[in-house]
């Protein structure tokens, strides 16, 4: 089944940009069309305007004639001096009220309803019209100018609308292209300054995503005291408030859990102390071996409790471990050593590998630390890593470059790498350990406390299979990889 694609939600400085700028464009565009419309309806009149009394002047040549009828008093020269015009083109005609041509140009038509036909008649509109056309292929402007004096007739100017328009283009220009440059300057403006806003709060998500998960130290002052806006300020605090409140339950929890294990020590060596008692004294067989297994169960109690006091060592000790220059080969000599009583006696075959070099291998660590990583790897080898055959534990220190290697490797049924990864948890355990025979042997606890202690002293923890392909079988290699101290 396919899970669906959650569409990733933007940044509040987009949200607030979105938020400010969108209306601003949508308020600037409104603006402007207005400001066209008033441009083009002010250029228009005042052109209109003109033309108008071009229409007027030659209205007021025409004559009327007992014998000729109405005439137009211009000659040709004076007709071009009326409709003189420096850009654009005039063009006129003067029509009769039964429909013939007077004067001018015959394509010149008056536009409808100036000039309709009634019969032979014209029937004549008074108020002037004004109307878009083309004459002679050029867009112009036409005006009909209706007179019934000296008799009925109708003044028809048409103008080409170049220079109109470019006046338009103008004005256009000279209002559009500043206000353009100052929406881009304002959204640039927005743009920094929200940025500069919310960059303490940018600042503050990375300090804190950069954060270990242990790490509930104070958000320092400095990213919220440069903050413009109190709201910044306010959740630092907050966020402050919360570290303390988590630091008052965890060191709460830390306490609980070391108090437990400090009180059980005394009822279980209670426990252990009656049943070796009553080990030593009863001579019936099913006690001799219920006291046994009470006596394994102890000691496992025992091991546990050790381990969660360990894990609560690690945690108090987290920031405050002191570091000081520390030879592995020597402490690897020492843990060899620890553990040779317990080796004879399971008959496992321990050894050391990399301790008689002449040269120390120096390292910055804790000796008691390092001590119980190797306690801990060295147990955890001999409770699941050993073999049915020759079982075999190896201590080893080696150098590669600028590393060295601190591992105890076994011979046991290893990990695989999937299963590797999953034993760093706290309570991780070998599964062929899950037997009813084998339950209560341990809790997994051990790889936890070594995880842990290596965060302390700033080494990698490395849990891999022996064999090359990282299946399962080839034994295992655990331990702590150092930077060599120069």
Known sequence: MLKPIHKRKPSLRYRLLHHVLWPLVLTWALGSAIVIGFAYYFTTQAYDRSLLDDAYALSAQVRSDPVTG?????????????????????????????????????????????????????????????????????????????????????????????????????????????????????????????GQDLAPLSQLRSAVEQRDVADLRHIPEALTKQARTSDIEHLGAAMNSLFDRLQLGIAAQREFSGNVAHELRTPL?????????????????????????????????????????????????????????????EVARAATLRHLARADSLRVDLGAEGVDGPQPMLVLAHRVLVDAVLDNLIDNAFRYGLADTHPKITISVAQTGSEIWLTVIDNGRGLTRQEASHYRGRWAQASEVRSMVNIGQGVGLGLAIVSRYAELLGAKFILQAVSPDGASGGGLCAGLVFAAKS
């Open 70 to 194: 109405l005439s137009l008093s211009l000659t040709d020269a004076e007709m071009r001096a009326v409709l003189f015009d420096q850009t654009e083109s005039n063009y006129f005609a003067l029509w009769r009220s039964d429909g013939r041509l007077l004067a001018g140009h015959v394509a010149l038509m008056p536009p409808s309803p100036s000039l309709a036909k009634t019969g032979d008649a014209l029937d004549v509109a008074i108020a002037p019209t004004w109307t878009d056309g083309a004459y002679l292929g050029r867009a112009v402007r036409i005006v009909s100018l209706s007179k019934t004096s000296p008799e009925p007739f109708v003044v028809v100017v048409a103008q080409t609308t170049d220079s109109r328009n470019r006046l338009l283009h103008r004005l256009l220009m000279a209002g559009l292209i500043p206000q353009v440059i100052l929406l881009v300057f304002l959204a640039w403006w927005l743009r920094r300054r929200v």
């Open 269 to 329: 060596t209670g426990i252990r102390l009656q049943a070796e008692h009553a080990l030593t004294l009863s001579p019936d067989p099913a006690i001799q071996e219920r006291m046994k297994k009470l006596l394994t169960s102890a000691d496992h109690a025992s091991h546990l409790i050790d381990q969660l006091l360990a894990l609560a060592f690690a945690d108090e000790a987290r920031h405050s471990v002191p570091l000081a220059t520390l030879d592995l080969v």
